[in-house]
């Protein structure tokens, strides 16, 4: 396959689709999460500097030791291995089984990223990510882990209220498939071009434009049958 | 079967498992329909069913497959039984990891303390002499209080304790991937560091009580926690250069998941050596003979804790 994603099969025979993320996408992901660090930081450090003086500021150093290491690790692995970062963007971190990351992997990757910082800025993490099939950086290749798409959940598609038409010559399962495909994602695109799409499906219903697609909405119908409400 | 029959047909059972899923504990019929759903999208592709329905039944089967194969939620006493019998075990079936790590600490210590005994002077070679000037007058004050006013600063010392030394620690085990080479540095900088600045301390009769002292019960805990993270990190190293008979991907990944709980470890101890040194090794009111007492014992029961502890069980 050529579009990138990587497919897992369980024994279960459910195969499971993920598509890794870049480094570019996983960069403005961590910059946000930095963004954030920073903000809780002062936001913490300053009150407490204020409030007890040179205690606090041993406190603010110990919050700053949490959320330079700990940070990560306790949002993957309390948040469905998404960083406030990675959620913003759609991102997950996954053990690479597609199973959710645990305390171990969590630390290890998030204790070699002071190896992919380095020498500046995530430099040897994105030679890594460049040189792997799966942008894994160190940390994620010895750990064993994969920063992947979220799937967003898929919407259900609109019931149809039209009388079912026979088709006028048998299509194969694939052509039936792509059918149903067409008429439940057809509203996503503009009205012209929906016309557009009816002309296309001449061969087929031997009409044009609106009649065509309602025509094509009417063997869909047949297809896939009453709603047995 | 059409769709929207087979859709009808099931949709109780995939209510139930969007359900199961949503809640905290779920159902003990749970596998079983599991079992039944996978059934179900298996039909559903195989009949050419619409790929949106494909699609919902795959990611409902995905989200079930994560609830029940992530790792068991059967932990009890973890930490209890890792402080008993895992970490001290690890740590003596990693022997050879832990001895490089000390001779890497070790060595480097113990050729400063004679190069420094013979010159004095070459000690500037390695710190700053501003710094070392700052040290000396540091613990020539000791007397009253360790360049410390007061409790606050106990807190402050404890903050920047935590925030260094831990950090070192990390960053030794991470450095160790490079080879081994970046733990060995570091372990070996930290252990020549050690020496220079001991020495030039306890050579002068104003500065030794106050310094040894002061060092003598939490560089127990540091000590060591940088050694294990050290070896921890040439564990990493090392089956990087030496992967046996696995690929040196696989040897890392195994290394790395068997010397983790070292690192924990590590940090650990360096943890409690945060602690003893910003609240214990600084106080001013216990006699120093008080403080090498303690600090004697904490020595002898960290290594007695290393070499004993564990044994019945295991043999």
């Known amino acids: ?229 | 079967m059409k769709q929207r029959q087979f859709e009808a047909r099931h949709a109780a059972l995939w209510d139930d498992i969007a359900q199961d899923l949503k809640s905290k504990l779920p159902s003990l019929d749970l596998p079983a329909r599991y079992r039944a759903l996978c059934h179900t999208l298996a039909v559903a592709r195989q009949r050419g069913y619409s790929p949106s329905l494909v699609a919902r039944l795959d990611s409902l089967a995905i989200a079930a497959h994560r609830r029940l194969y992530r790792s068991s939620a059967n932990q009890e006493m973890v930490f209890v039984r890792w402080l008993r019998l895992d970490f001290p075990l690890l740590v003596r079936a990693e022997w050879r990891v832990v001895l490089l790590a000390l001779l890497a600490f070790l060595l480097p210590l113990l050729l400063c303390v004679g190069l420094i005994n013979w010159r004095p002077e070459l000690a500037y070679t390695v710190i700053d002499p501003g710094q070392l000037a700052e040290y000396e007058s540091m613990y020539r004050m000791a007397a009253q209080r360790l360049g410390r006013k007061g409790p606050e600063d106990d807190v402050l010392m404890f903050g920047v304790y935590v925030w260094n030394n831990i950090s070192i620690d990390l960053r030794t085990f991470a450095g160790g991937l490079v080879a081994g080479l970046g733990a060995l540095v570091s372990t070996a900088y930290n252990g020549m560091h050690m020496g220079v600045i001991g020495t030039w301390l306890t050579r002068e009769p104003a500065t030794r009580e106050a310094f040894l002292s002061f060092v003598v019960t939490h560089s127990s805990f540091e000590v060591v926690g940088l050694l294990l993270a050290c070896a921890a990190g040439l564990k990493l190293g090392g089956a990087l250069l030496l992967p046996g008979r696995l690929t040196r991907m696989a040897a890392l990944r195994q290394a790395g998941q068997r010397i983790l709980p070292m690192l924990g470890g590590a940090v650990l101890l360096t943890l409690l050596a945060a602690f003893v040194e910003a609240f214990w090794s600084a106080r001013t009111d216990v006699p120093a003979l008080v403080k090498y007492i303690v600090g004697g014992l904490t020595w002898l029961a960290l290594i007695a804790y290393f070499c004993l502890m564990g044994r019945r069980r295991a043999a």
């Open chain 1, 1 to 229: 396959m050529l579009d990138g994603k990587l497919h897992l099969s369980t024994p279960e025979g459910v195969s499971l689709v993920f598509t890794p993320a870049g480094p570019a996408r996983r960069g403005y992901a961590w910059l946000i999460d930095w963004l954030l660090r920073a903000l809780i930081g002062l936001v913490l450090y300053i009150p407490l500097l204020v409030t007890l003086g040179r205690a606090g500021m041993g406190l603010g150093l110990v919050a700053f030791f949490l959320l330079q290491w700990a940070y990560g690790v306790l949002f993957e692995v309390l948040g469905d291995g998404r960083t406030p970062g990675k959620r913003m963007l759609g991102l997950q971190v996954l053990r690479e089984d597609g199973l959710p990351v645990g305390w171990r992997e969590s630390v290890l990757r998030n204790v070699l990223r002071a190896i992919d910082f380095m020498p500046l800025c995530y430099g040897i993490g994105l030679g890594a990510m460049l040189l792997d099939a799966r942008f894994r950086r160190i940390g994620d290749l010895v750990a064993g882990t994969i920063v992947v798409y979220r799937e967003q959940p898929t919407p259900l598609p609109k019931a149809l209220d039209v009388a079912p038409v026979a088709l006028p010559f048998p299509l194969t399962p694939d052509e039936q498939r792509t059918l149903v495909d067409l008429v439940e994602r057809v509203h996503a695109v503009p009205p012209q071009r929906q016309l557009e799409l009816g002309d296309l499906a001449q061969p087929l219903t031997g009409l044009r434009g609106q009649a065509s697609l309602d025509r094509l909405y009417g063997y869909v119908a047949g297809l896939t049958g009453k709603d047995a409400a």
